[in-house]
Each structure stands twice: as structure tokens, then as C-alpha cells.
């Protein structure tokens, strides 16, 4: 993710889907077994980012927990993310925006760890209610080379998806090993992320397109070099509803957990709907090119070399979402945003 708050201004496509989500997580909140009096109640949020899409999350299963507990009952809100995250605007944007859960609320306390989310990060039996938004497609490695796109969903290389798909089986795995470990019996884990739906559909159809034909002429114009862009890849994936399902096959539970619900949602294309109300191509070819770049233009830059050439990486970043936004602005479609939610469950002793 690009730093400097640039993934806060640029995440309103991750913000759109988020109610049904919340309303999940609120009723996790409702439901949930708390710890005894004598202890606070913790609340986890893996993949956080900047913070800003966290708000709302946090702030209504905590206004949900404040009808159970009172006022004075200690919260705790621990964020995670990689170690490289941007956490001086995370906690910025906790002690400034209007919509902080900090706000008005003294019996709060927030925390962050630095940590993958495919490793242990918090104390045994230590969490209450987790939250995960927009963050598991991120695997944690690219397993192989795409010799022919930078997303393994447009690639027509066999070998390199098997690959994707096994690596992505095993993290899924990892990740709700990491998680059992951390819930407390009775906890509950929602998670909203990019999926494939029945059909097979990643999305971002012509994002994609517009992406690698500009990354390809500037190949072409020696802009990049062939070797740069071969190591080119963005390491998401988008699982279908049986790779989600697989660890609970049969209704059987994985590492203690069980798969309470899960439903295919189809994201709602915001920037479509203001091209609808404006006609403004330009605006909506430039806002999904902010869209890439806050999201994974840093990952596409990390190829380049020499890698401690900041003037480079700026200004392969700043071409490629010109580029990205003036061909989107040309051809403007819908983009199509598959999304899978999750409820994970941890049965009480």
C-alpha cells in the first residue's frame, strides 16, 4: 500500500460494501460471550491499513458492546498489518477523524502489532471479536511468476495458477489457524474480502486491461525494462465459495472453528454510478487509477531497479496512473467487484 495517507483518500471502493459486513459484526457483538468482569474486552482488526475503513466497524460493535457492558468497562482495539504498514497515519487518523471510535469514549484503548496476519500475532484465547476487511486476497508470497499478466485471474498460464491456488489453500488455512489460537471460546471472526464468483468472475476486467497495455508500452518506450516488468505481479487472489468452504468440508469444523455463515456479495461500483450522474469520464478513469495506485502500484514498483531510486519509483507510479486513468476515461465500463463475507465462529468450552 502507498503511504503518506494516500491508501485512506483512495480506499472509497473498499468503503462502499462495507454495511453488510458491519451489520454482521455488530451482531457478533450482540451474540458474543464476554470475558469476566475483571478483564477488558479486545477486539482485533487484521489488515488494517490507515486505519480509515476500520472506523465504522470498530465504532458500531463497540457501541453494541457498550449497551452490554456500561461506560466504564475497558475496550481494547488491537490493528495489525505488515510490519512495513503505515501506522503514523493509522493512529493520525484514530486521534483526528470525526468518526474515530476514540471519540468521546475514555474506557478505549487502541494498539497496534506489526505482524502478517498469517502468523500468530495476539495472546491465546485473548480475542473476543475480529474483523478483516479487503485483506485476505493478499497472499503472502508471490508462489510464481505470470508470464503473461500481473493478476494470476487474467493469466492463461496453467502452471502459475495451480500454483496461486495452492498457495492460497495453504495461507487461508494458515491465517484461520492463526486465528483459533487467538479467539476466545465463543469468539467470532468476520470477514469481508475480493472473491470469484459461481461463475469463475475476478472482476476489474478493464482496469486490469488498461494496467498491463500501459505497463506494455512502457516496456516498449524503454521506460521499463523486460526484466522489470517479468517480475511484475500482484499477489491477490480471488477464492470461490468452495476454496472458502474447503477447510469446513461437510460441516466439519477446522482448528476448532466453524464457518457459521457465508454469502457471495457483488460490490457496488461507485465511481459507475457517478459517471451515471455526471458524465464525467475523466473523473472516473482518474478515480480508479487512484484506486491502483494506492492499492498496488507500490507492489508493482517494487521490480524496478536499482530499488533505492525513490525519483524512478515516483515517477513510474505517477506515468502508470496517468496512463491507467486516461485509458479507463477513454472506454469507461462498470467494473464488476466480487466479494465474499464470512462468518467464523470458535465454539464455546
Not at 461437510?250 to 476448532?256: I, L, R, V, W
Not at 524512478?312 to 466480487?338: C, K, N, W, Y
Request: proline residues 6%; negative net charge.
Amino acid at each position: 500500500m502507498e503511504g503518506g495517507g494516500t491508501y485512506n483518500r483512495s480506499s472509497g471502493v473498499q468503503a462502499s460494501d462495507l454495511d453488510r459486513a458491519i451489520a454482521a459484526f455488530t451482531q457478533a457483538a450482540r451474540e458474543v460471550p464476554l470475558p469476566p468482569s475483571a478483564e477488558p474486552v479486545l477486539l482485533a482488526d487484521y489488515g488494517s491499513s490507515q486505519g480509515r475503513n476500520s472506523l465504522r466497524p470498530m465504532k458500531a460493535a463497540i457501541e453494541m458492546l457498550r449497551t452490554r457492558l456500561g461506560p466504564e468497562r475497558p475496550l481494547c482495539v488491537t490493528h495489525t498489518d505488515l510490519p512495513g504498514n503505515d501506522f503514523a497515519t493509522l493512529f493520525e487518523t484514530l486521534a483526528q477523524d470525526a468518526d474515530s471510535y476514540l471519540a468521546g469514549d475514555a474506557a478505549v484503548f487502541a494498539s497496534a502489532v506489526g505482524r502478517s496476519f498469517y502468523q500468530r500475532i495476539l495472546p491465546p484465547a485473548s480475542v473476543s471479536l475480529g474483523w478483516s476487511s479487503w485483506a485476505v486476497q493478499w497472499l503472502s508470497r508471490a508462489p510464481a511468476p505470470l508470464p503473461d499478466h500481473v493478476q494470476v485471474a487474467c493469466s492463461n498460464d496453467m502452471a502459475a495458477k495451480q500454483a496461486f491456488a495452492r498457495q492460497a489453500a495453504e495461507d487461508w488455512r494458515d491465517f484461520l489457524a492463526a486465528r483459533s489460537f487467538e479467539l476466545r471460546p465463543g469468539g467470532r471472526l468476520v470477514v469481508l474480502t475480493m472473491a470469484r464468483d459461481d461463475s469463475g468472475e475476478f472482476g476489474y476486467r478493464s482496469l486490469l486491461q488498461a494496467l498491463v497495455d500501459e505497463l506494455r508500452d512502457m516496456v516498449a518506450a524503454g521506460f521499463l525494462r523486460a526484466d522489470e516488468w517479468a517480475r511484475m505481479t500482484i499477489p491477490t487472489v480471488g477464492r470461490n465459495r468452495d476454496e472458502w468452504l474447503a477447510p469446513f468440508a461437510s460441516g466439519a469444523s477446522f482448528e476448532g472453528l466453524s464457518a457459521v455463515h457465508f454469502e457471495q456479495v457483488e460490490g457496488h461500483d461507485r465511481f459507475w454510478a457517478q459517471l451515471q450522474a455526471d458524465a464525467d469520464t475523466r473523473a472516473f478513469g482518474a478515480n480508479w487509477a487512484a484506486f491502483s495506485r494506492a492499492s498496488v502500484f507500490p507492489t508493482l514498483a517494487a521490480a524496478l531497479e536499482p530499488a533505492s531510486d525513490e525519483g524512478r519509483r515516483s515517477a513510474f507510479m505517477d506515468r502508470l496512473e496517468a496512463g491507467v486513468a486516461g485509458r479507463l476515461a477513454a472506454a469507461p465500463e462498470r467494473m464488476r467487484i466480487p466479494l465474499a463475507l464470512l462468518v467464523i465462529a470458535k465454539p464455546q468450552a
